[in-house]
C-alpha cells in the first residue's frame, strides 16, 4: 500500500460536498429529496457569458494563457473593484481556478509551520484545512448568534496578544451565517489590526453581491485604507454569475504576495481555463438587472425560510443580512445524555435523521465549528423551501 503524506492525513474531505453528494445518490435513486444542502445559486449562468465562451472556443482561444491570468481580465477585474470604492491595479490580480483555489494559494505562499491563522466561529470548512494543509495552526474565536456571529474588536485583541499569531480570516457577507460586518465594524477591527502590521488578513468577499441592505457588502480596504499592504481579499464568479462549475475566482494581493501566488500557480495549476477567462469578462459587461433582480429573489427567499424556520418549535434564526445561507439553531432537539423521538445526540444525527426521515438534506453545523445548528441553502425555488421545512417541521413534530 502507498504510504500517505502527513500532510494529507490531517484534513478531511469537504463535508459540504459529502452531504449534497449522498442527497444526490438518493435522489438518483428516485427518492424525492429536497436539498437545502448545495453552495451555489440555482440560477443559470447568465446567457451572455455562455455565449461568450462559446464565441471564444470558436474563435480559437483554447491554449495556454499567462498564470495570472489573461492581462484583459486582470485589468476588468482591477477596474471592478472600483465599485467597491477602491483602486486596484491590475498587477495586483491573480486570477485563480475559483475562489478556493485563490485562498489555497494564498494560504500557501504567506504561511508556515509555527504560524497561528486566527478563524472566527462559524466558518466556512475548507478554511481550517487549508491553514493546516500549509503546516499552519488555525486558532478558532467563537462568535456566537448573540453577537450576530461576528468577531469584535476586543475578541482581536485579546487574540492578538499572542505573538505566534500571522494571520486573521474575516468573511463578509459570511457562509454558513449571513452575517456581514458593517463599515464601522470593519473599521473598529481595523484599528485593532494597526497595532500589529505583520498580521495577514485574509478578508473572503466571495457574497459581497449578494447583500440585502444595499447593492455591495463594504470591503475591508476601502473602509481602512491603511490596511491595503496586509490584506488579500478573495471574491469570484461562482455565487455572483452563478458559475460555479466553470471554476474562476481570484486575489487581490499587495504585489509581492501576487508575484508569489504566480510562481506557485505557474508550477502547479497554471492558468485557469482559457475560454473561461475570456468568457468572464462577459460577466462585467452584464446588464445590472440580471444580477438585482437574482438578488431580489434570494431576499424574497431568505425571508420566507427564516419566517418558516421561527415557526418551529425552539428553533431559533437570525436574520442573515447576506449570502444565500440561513443558519438555525436546533440545540433544542439535541441532547447528548438522551435520546428519544424528538432528541437526537448531535447535530450529525440529527442531519442523518432529516435526510432519511424527512427526505431533506441540511448541512451540521458543527462542520462550520457550530453544534447544534443547521445550515438550510435557501438557493432553491420558494415552493421547496416551504415544502422543505413543513417536512423538517413534520418529522420533528415542531
Ligand atoms: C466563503 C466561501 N469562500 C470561498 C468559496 C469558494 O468558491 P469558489 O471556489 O467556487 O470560487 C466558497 C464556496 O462555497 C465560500 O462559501
Known sequence: MIKLSDRISRVEPSPTLAITAKAKAMKAEGIDIISFGAGEPDFDTPEPVREAAKASLDKGQTRYTAAAGIPELRAAIARDYARRGREVKANEVIVSSGGKHALYTATQVIFEAGDKVIVPGPYWVSYPAQILLADAEPVFIDCPA???????????????????????????????????????????????????????????????????????????????????????????????????????????????????????????????????QYAALAAFALDPSVLTERREAFRRRKDLIVGLLRGIEGVKCTMPLGAFYAFADFSAYIDPTKSGANTFADDMQLTEFLLVEAKVAVVPGSSFGAPGFLRLSYATSDALIEEGVRRIKRALKG
Open 146 to 276: 448573540d453577537q450576530d456571529f461576528k468577531l469584535t474588536p476586543e475578541q482581536l485583541f485579546e487574540a492578538l496578544k499572542d505573538p505566534a499569531v500571522r494571520g486573521l480570516i474575516l468573511c463578509s457577507p459570511s457562509n454558513p451565517t449571513g452575517a456581514v460586518y458593517t463599515r464601522s465594524e470593519l473599521e473598529a477591527l481595523g484599528a485593532v489590526l494597526a497595532s500589529r502590521p505583520e498580521v495577514v488578513t485574509f478578508y473572503d468577499a466571495m457574497y459581497d453581491e449578494l447583500y440585502y441592505e444595499g447593492a455591495i457588502a463594504p470591503d475591508l480596504v476601502a473602509c481602512v485604507p491603511a490596511l491595503k499592504d496586509s490584506v488579500v481579499t478573495f471574491n469570484g464568479f461562482s455565487k455572483t454569475y452563478a458559475m460555479t462549475g466553470w471554476r474562476l475566482g481570484y486575489a487581490i494581493a499587495p504585489a509581492g504576495v501576487a508575484v508569489a501566488m504566480d510562481t506557485l500557480q505557474s508550477q502547479s495549476t497554471s492558468n485557469s481555463t482559457s475560454f473561461v
